[in-house]
């Protein structure tokens, strides 16, 4: 059972639109929510992250909502690029363990 | 460029054989672990390191151990593989307490 659920599975998106990736979590312990990027062969790198008593952060394109009465959160890039394209992975952590969603493909047409 | 350094980056391994996935990383970071990484599954966790010579086990132990003689080094390995552990194993590293995770670019095994 995932703890983390992700949606949509892949997305399709425009030069210059917005692409919105959404997260729901069950566990209430979990203390950190971070998104991160992974390109074809690659491992995944750290995107951007928020914790629990912040309900948005900002870095440049990409922003953080959270959203923590309802358990989710999402992930927003403004100005989409075709660099863009990669698959996102939402996590949320507890301690040493670190659970991911199932990822969103994005892939951003130019 | 400091990092994560897995190996090999992919193998073709028969059923019932022995197998070793080795992870080093030169970040000094305390903590360890092994995901892997299946379509529609995401990254799950395998093993975890919080330090050397302590190690614990993720949500998907079952088949798989793991050692941390020291700091650098943290080596997945598989007794007796099985087809249903093809996958891509990932191997990183972070802080303790901190929650930034530092991967390797990953080793692609298929188990036939």
């Known amino acids: 059972q995932q703890q983390v659920k992700q949606s949509p599975q892949s997305l399709i998106v425009q030069k210059g639109g917005i692409s919105i990736i959404n997260c729901a979590y069950e566990?209430?312990?979990?203390?950190?929510f971070p998104w991160y990027q992974q390109f074809p062969g690659k491992g995944p790198a750290l995107l951007i992250a928020?914790?629990?008593?912040?309900s948005e952060k900002k870095e440049g394109r990409f922003t953080i909502s959270f959203n923590k009465s309802a358990k989710q959160f999402s992930l927003h890039i403004m100005d989409s690029q075709p660099g863009d394209s990669a698959t996102y992975f939402c996590?949320?952590?507890?301690?040493?363990?670190?659970?991911f969603g199932a990822g969103t493909r994005l892939t951003v047409k130019p | 460029i400091a990092g994560i350094t897995q190996a090999p980056t992919s193998q073709i391994l028969a059923a019932g054989r022995r197998m070793t996935l080795r992870c080093t990383q030169d970040?000094?970071?305390?903590?360890m672990y092994w995901y892997r990484q299946d379509l529609g599954l995401g990254l799950r966790l395998i093993h975890y390191?919080?330090?050397?010579?302590?190690?614990g086990k993720g949500e998907v132990p079952d088949g798989y151990s793991v050692s941390r003689a020291n700091t650098d080094d943290f080596p997945l390995t598989l007794a007796s593989a099985v087809p249903s552990q093809t996958s891509v194993y990932f191997c990183?590293?972070?802080?303790?307490?901190?929650?930034?995770?530092?991967f390797g670019e990953g080793s692609r095994l298929t188990v036939l």
């Open positions: 990183a590293s972070s802080e303790v307490s901190a929650g930034e995770l530092f």
């Open positions: 566990n209430t312990a979990f203390d950190y």
């Open positions: 928020i914790r629990p008593d912040v």
């Open positions: 996590a949320a952590r507890v301690r040493n363990d670190m659970r």
């Open positions: 970040m000094r970071h305390n903590a």
């Open positions: 390191s919080n330090t050397a010579g302590t190690t």
